[in-house]
């Protein structure tokens, strides 16, 4: 079956750095673009960063441009998160997001993982 499998998150200080890790099985990881999204308490889940097919194009959300970084192993069937510069409002639980561009009910989701920024 499907599974996307979070992990990574933890608690860490103002300025320090995580890398997020989503393994996944049950499909082909190179045909999906991936993304990962956060959802902070009481606010909706918004798109973090996104990874094409190829890993050839990277977007970002504005407030993470610069201190994160969305990346692919299309051998190993992960995508990470780099997060480097971290602060409080980066405080959420972070999920793991494969789409098919082709077949858009082809859409799955991981468990999250949390991560806080606090010192």
């Known amino acids: 079956q499907v599974q996307l499998v979070e992990s990574g998150g933890g608690l860490v200080q103002p300025g320090g750095s995580l890398r997020l890790s989503c393994a996944a099985s049950?499909?082909?990881?190179?045909?999906?673009?991936m993304s990962w999204y956060r959802q902070a308490p009481g606010k909706e889940r918004e798109l973090v960063a996104t990874?094409?097919?190829?890993?050839?194009?990277?977007n970002y959300a504005d407030s993470v441009k610069g201190r994160f970084t969305i990346s692919r192993d299309n051998v190993k069937n992960t995508v990470y998160l780099q997060m480097n510069s971290l602060k409080p409002e980066d405080t959420a639980v972070y999920y793991c997001n494969a789409a098919n561009r082709v077949d858009i009910r082809l859409n799955y989701w991981g468990q999250g993982t949390q991560v806080t920024v606090d010192s």
């Open positions: 990874i094409t097919r190829a890993a050839v194009n990277t």
């Open positions: 049950g499909f082909t990881f190179s045909n999906y673009v």
